[in-house]
């Protein structure tokens, strides 16, 4: 147990330029709340706190962010009028900082209430309270700070032993906390203008991305899916203390992970958009072209008063045709098609017709799948690609690893993945989740006819499969399916 002297609690000129360098060139808005928060709290030795942001358009305050070192709650922004009502609001309105001894036995001299709500929700108890305003150079209002429950000593609270524990807020405290605002508030400055464009560049890019799934019909929702997995599979592991215990999620964390999954596939842009609007192996428009012209040789055929028995090889080759553009092709079909693309039958112009062009039958000619090798080539580009476009951002330093992140959705701890064939001691676990949720995405929401559209069941199976061929991490496919979080999507 520490405990907290008064000697160790009081600021010096040192830590205090020393938080002023810290706090400056933090340009983060979520580092720099959970920083301000911390360090004053480390100063006060106080067990929890929050952070107000004021608008001045609107005349209220933001409730920006919380810490608390006893109980977790998952945050919700939300606003409350700059008005005598709250705390915070009669900090906010009278400029005055408050020292209360036990919110919940308030003086009647003060106009406000506490709101019981967080505590009863959390099983917490909001003792004693220092609140005080932020403010600028010209004594212009940028927010409020509450710091509660002043410690003895460093232990977690309970209901049992917080009389014992909590004291109330000193005059040395209220000092410290006054000195700090000038500081406080130019570092918040400056993060809520970075923050605003952020906001700007994330909505231009999300907007961006979301143009990008237009020129792709078959993928509508994928990146939204994507991102969904990914931040449920990535709270639950933060949750889970027996398989993952060292993994963890902040705002941060969960900014850097968002960004990641929202920009993955940015790199689209570089691909034609006639590989994606393909739902086979040929491109839109060639199948009604491939079936006019069978029908046109049929109708030639008979004029030329040919066999029944060819307009009949006509009609079945065309099913065949059809066929292997959306299935898999043996030796049988190869033949066939071969077949077709050698016969050249003459119109009613007399000119000589081919029954299939050369770019249609090596297009029905893929053996697997429905892409060409060059068509796999510039489609597995979009990996490099979205490196290259993102790396090219301004990225605050929190956000720098974003572009990496993003681009190794296709890697492999194996290291056969793409685009940089990154090993698995080496990749972002980021990556290793975005690659799990891409795969389950990939095996259950493809439309096509060629698609895999599988059931989740299914889809559980194949992921296992590629797991324990090193395609994917084991670790996390097996929790992804053993608790059932694929269920979900
Ligand atoms: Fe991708
Ligand atoms: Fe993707």
């Given amino acids: 147990m520490i405990l907290l002297t008064e000697s160790e609690l009081k600021i010096t000129g040192e830590s205090f330029l020393e938080l002023a360098y810290t706090l400056v060139r933090i340009r983060d808005l979520d580092v720099l709340l959970e920083t301000i928060l911390k360090r004053i709290r480390g100063m006060l030795g106080a067990d929890a706190g929050s952070i107000f942001i004021y608008d001045d358009e609107k005349d209220e305050l933001i409730f920006k962010y919380t810490q608390n070192d006893s109980v977790q709650l998952p945050f919700k922004e939300f606003s409350i009028p700059a008005n005598e009502e709250s705390i915070a609001g009669y ?66 609270l309970t209901l049992e032993n917080v009389n014992r524990i909590v004291l109330p807020f000193n005059d ?25 464009l952020e906001k700007m560049n994330e909505s231009f890019i999300t907007e961006l991305s979301k143009a990008l799934e237009n020129r792709e019909p078959f993928s509508m929702g994928h990146v939204n899916r994507v991102t969904a997995i990914c931040e449920t599979l990535a709270s639950e592991m933060h949750r889970d203390l027996d398989d993952f215990p060292d993994f963890f999620m902040n705002r941060l964390k969960d900014k850097i992970l968002r960004y990641s999954c929202r920009l993955h596939d940015i790199g689209k842009l570089f691909v034609p958009e006639k590989i994606f609007a393909k739902s086979g192996k040929l491109y839109p428009g060639m199948t009604e072209n491939i ?28 099913a065949v045709i059809k066929d292997a553009n959306i299935s898999d092709i043996d030796d049988k079909i190869a033949e066939d098609l071969a077949k077709c693309v050698g016969y050249i039958f003459e119109d009613s112009d ?33 990996a490099l690609g979205t490196y290259e476009f993102l790396r090219n951002i301004p990225w605050t330093a929190e956000l720098r690893d974003v572009p990496v992140i993003a681009a190794s959705h296709h890697e492999k701890p194996d290291g056969t993945g793409y685009p940089f064939g990154t090993t698995d001691a080496d990749l972002h676990i980021f990556s290793k989740i975005m690659a799990v949720a891409e795969g389950y995405d990939h095996y259950t929401a493809d439309p096509r006819p060629c698609g895999q559209s599988m059931m989740p069941e299914e889809a559980a199976k194949a992921l296992r499969k590629d797991a324990e061929s090193g395609a994917l991490d084991k670790k996390i496919v097996n929790f992804f399916i053993n608790k059932e979080i694929y269920k979900r999507f």
């Fill in 91 to 156: 900090v906010a309105k009278t400029g005055s900082t408050l020292r209360l001894k036990d919110v919940y036995h308030l003086e009647d001299e003060y106009p406000f209430g506490f709101n019981v709500s967080f505590d009863k929700m959390s099983g917490y108890r909001t003792k004693s309270v220092l609140a005080f305003p932020i403010t600028d150079l010209n004594d212009q209002l940028t927010g409020v700070l509450q710091i509660i429950n002043k410690k003895r000593y460093e232990v977690p």
């Fill in 172 to 196: 040395n405290d209220e000092m410290v906390a006054e000195s700090l605002t000038g500081v406080i508030s130019l570092a918040l400055e400056n993060g809520v203008l970075y923050d605003n």
């Fill in 291 to 318: 079936e006019n012209r069978f029908r046109l040789a049929k109708a030639c055929a008979r004029l030329g008063g040919r066999p029944k028995v060819l307009t009949d090889e006509l009609d079945r080759l065309l």
């Fill in 350 to 382: 007399g000119e000589d017709v081919k029954l299939l062009s050369e770019e249609e039958y090596a297009l029905l000619s893929i053996r697997e799948g429905i892409y060409t090798e060059d068509e796999l080539k510039s489609l597995r580009f979009h």
